[in-house]
């Protein structure tokens, strides 16, 4: 879910990078799963399409997400790395049943102006 609060000290692509990260490592994004483009996720957002672009950009350089050219922005594959940050995320040593329980395939992206399911119900 990604939820932009206009009232957070932090900026909007960190929201929108933390929400995305969230849902990568507790599994609601699986690897290679394709992201939605910068344009359609800033629409539906109602922010500017940089914001998003930054967000990208970020998690890319992080290697949660990868690029290809033509294509988009997909999440990477799960490897010790992965496990690694879902631990970090969950404050476990280990992550057991940090992914075991799964969410419903919906992106639910909150604003000001209604709600927006993004993916496959």
Same mark, same amino acid.
């Given at each position: 879910?990604?939820?932009?609060?206009?009232?957070?000290?932090?900026?909007? +692509?960190?929201?929108?990078?933390?929400?995305?990260?969230?849902?990568?490592?507790? $599994? #609601? #994004?699986?690897?290679?799963?394709?992201?939605?483009?910068? /344009? *359609? #996720?800033?629409?539906? @957002?109602?922010?500017?399409?940089? %914001?998003?672009? /930054?967000? +990208?950009?970020? @998690?890319?350089?992080?290697?949660?997400? +990868?690029?290809?050219?033509?294509?988009?922005?997909?999440?990477? %594959? $799960?490897?010790?790395? =992965?496990? /690694?940050?879902?631990?970090?995320? %969950?404050?476990? $040593? *280990?992550?057991?049943?940090?992914? *075991?329980? /799964?969410?419903?395939?919906?992106?639910?992206?909150?604003?000001? +102006? $209604?709600?927006? =399911?993004?993916?496959?119900?």
């Amino acid at each position: 879910m990604i939820v932009l609060d206009y009232r957070d000290s932090r900026p909007l +692509y960190q929201q929108v990078k933390d929400s995305l990260r969230r849902m990568m490592l507790t $599994g #609601l #994004l699986e690897p290679d799963e394709k992201l939605p483009s910068v /344009r *359609s #996720l800033a629409t539906q @957002l109602a922010i500017n399409p940089n %914001t998003i672009q /930054r967000a +990208y950009a970020e @998690l890319e350089a992080e290697g949660y997400i +990868y690029s290809v050219a033509g294509k988009g922005s997909f999440v990477s %594959t $799960g490897d010790g790395e =992965h496990l /690694r940050r879902v631990a970090e995320l %969950t404050g476990r $040593g *280990s992550v057991g049943g940090a992914v *075991s329980d /799964r969410f419903d395939r919906i992106l639910l992206v909150e604003n000001p +102006y $209604g709600s927006i =399911h993004l993916g496959n119900p």
